[in-house]
């Protein structure tokens, strides 16, 4: 064998063995450290739900963290409050300042599986360092991939349970409560979210995918992305994520 084709082989190898390292390093310890990103609709709450049972690690989403400082009030609560509802993202260092304190509550030292964050590659770089001063870090990426009319159906047919504490959520074809327009869980109200009407859920689309560009690269270079077909039952899509990451 010619003395370069030699080096190029060695060099593939060394590629592939670098990639096989940094994820399966992923699953070697018991801290899993876990973010699911996807565009509005795409199921990350769901299935970030069922992998935290599954991990036994709480479940983070930054959606109903900032809905809930809304419903209950507080300084961030009101300066979020307007972005809300007009389909609109609270800026980098309010999300980073409200993630960074949750993150420090002990019920998140053993890992975590975020949903909803990071969405720019400012604030995925500044969760990197905030996790890097603190020797962890990120273990596994999910991108759920779903067609823009599938997701446009999804969210318009979603309906919140008005008790901000309960944050309960159907779907009126997929998912109904068993009382039209009632919480199963706590019996309040059901509610439309604001935004979560057509016009306003392309341009949030729109908007996901000009953002998520720079962030798969991101996680791709640190070895941690897996892209997820999000159609199909939600055992199936489930089972992808297992197999992706061998659970």
Not at 85 to 102: H, M, R, S, T
């Amino acid at each position: 064998m010619p003395h370069f084709i030699f080096e190029i082989a060695l060099a593939i190898l060394g590629i592939f063995l670098l990639e096989f390292i940094l994820r399966s390093r992923n699953y070697n310890g018991k801290k899993h450290n876990v973010i699911f990103l996807g565009a509005p609709g795409a199921g990350k709450g769901t299935q970030a739900s069922r992998l935290a049972k599954e991990l036994k690690i709480p479940h983070l989403s930054s959606g109903h963290l900032l809905r809930q400082a809304v419903v209950d009030g507080t300084p961030i609560g009101q300066q979020i409050k307007s972005y809300i509802e007009k389909g609109q993202l609270a800026p980098d260092e309010v999300l980073n300042a409200v993630i960074a304190e949750q993150l420090q509550k002990p019920e998140y030292a053993n890992g975590f599986i975020l949903d909803g964050y990071p969405r720019t590659i400012e604030q995925a770089q500044f969760l990197d360092d905030y996790l890097d001063k603190n020797d962890r870090y990120i273990t596994a990426v999910f991108d759920l991939q779903v067609d823009e009319d599938v997701l446009v159906e999804r969210i318009s047919g979603r309906r919140i349970c008005g008790n901000g504490k309960c944050g309960a959520t159907y779907h009126i074809k997929s998912m109904p409560p068993r009382q039209e327009g009632i919480c199963d869980l706590c019996k309040r109200p059901l509610a439309q979210r604001a935004d979560d009407n057509e016009e306003v859920l392309r341009q949030r689309i729109e908007r996901h995918e000009q953002r998520i560009v720079h962030l798969l690269v991101h996680y791709d270079n640190q070895g941690t992305l897996f892209t997820i077909r999000g159609e199909g039952s939600v055992d199936e899509i489930y089972e992808d994520i297992l197999l992706s990451i061998g659970i």
